[in-house]
Structures are given as structure tokens and as C-alpha cells.
């Protein structure tokens, strides 16, 4: 077989495997500290996950440290964020925003799936040791790497207790 026809089949089983991998939605599951990129009903990838530092309670109000539950859309990414790659969640919806217009307080806003802290990739893992974040999920730079090339704007997520 030619170069360039072991080029053009490599390409081919490459592509096959890229849209069969498509993925259509995140889930998070708080609880387990999850991420799973999702194509329908199938896991593509699953990530281990710090969340907010508040605890495992919904969020209810800016500052309270909790990751928000609810659906909500991957609305917008930032390359240069404080954290290494970051992509912002639509949070928060009508719903959470309703909530806490009834409790007289602010929703909140500036949930992301992030890497870690600039400078302090070399944590890795480690950093999932205990929950750090204001209210975001977190992953390893890696893993953010990786979530960021499959992940597209506009995709649902949907983050359970």
C-alpha cells in the first residue's frame, strides 16, 4: 500500500471515530463528583471533579461558594481566564433567577468548567482532593485541554445533585 493511501486510510478511520464521538451534552453529578461528556445515552469521557467549596447544597445566592443544579448551556469560553481554560455555564437560568429574586438576594453569575489556578498546574490530581472552587467545576489542565477541543458552544449541561 502507497504512503498516501495509508494516509488517506489512517484519515478516514480518524474521522469515523471523531463523529461517532460527538458530543451532544455534559452531565454533572455533583454527589459523585463527575463529569461525563455524553453522545445520547453514552459516556464518551468521564472526569473526577472539585466543585464549590460550600458544600453540596445547590447554589442559592452569590458568595455562598455552592455549584449551581439545574440545565443550562457550555454559553461562551475564555482562553485567557485566571484559571487554564475556561468554559462559562449560562447560569443562572430563569428558574435561579426567580429563586432569588423571592429570597431579595443576588443569583450570582461567573460559573465555569476551569483547569486549575494558572501557575499551579503541576497539582494535577491532587486538586481534586478537596473542593476549592467559588462555585465551578474543576478539572486538570489536561482534562480541560481535552473538554475544550470536544466540547462546542452551545452545548447543554445539566448539573445534578
Known amino acids: 500500500m ?16 471523531a463523529s461517532a ?3 451532544d ?27 464549590g467549596r460550600g458544600g453540596l ?3 442559592r445566592q452569590q458568595g455562598d461558594h455552592r455549584t449551581p443544579e439545574g440545565a443550562y448551556t457550555i454559553d461562551r469560553r475564555n482562553p485567557n481566564s485566571h484559571f487554564h481554560r475556561a468554559l462559562h455555564v449560562s447560569y443562572p437560568n430563569a428558574a435561579d433567577r426567580e429563586r432569588a429574586r423571592k429570597l431579595g438576594v443576588s443569583p450570582g453569575g ?21 473542593d476549592w472552587t467559588d462555585g ?11 473538554i475544550w477541543a470536544l466540547v462546542p458552544d452551545g452545548t447543554p449541561i445539566e448539573i445534578r445533585p
Open 110 to 130: 461567573d460559573i465555569m468548567v476551569h483547569g486549575i489556578t494558572n501557575g499551579l498546574g503541576w497539582l494535577g490530581s491532587l486538586h481534586r482532593k478537596f
Open 25 to 51: 451534552r455534559i452531565l454533572v453529578a455533583k454527589r459523585d463528583h463527575k463529569l461525563y461528556l455524553m453522545s445520547g445515552d453514552k459516556v464518551i469521557k468521564s472526569y473526577s471533579v472539585a466543585l
Open 2 to 17: 502507497s504512503r498516501l493511501a495509508k494516509l488517506g486510510l489512517l484519515l478516514f478511520v480518524f474521522c469515523a471515530f
Open 136 to 146: 465551578c467545576i474543576a478539572v486538570t489542565d489536561q482534562e480541560i485541554e481535552e
Open 57 to 59: 447544597e445547590p447554589k
Open 21 to 23: 464521538q460527538k458530543v
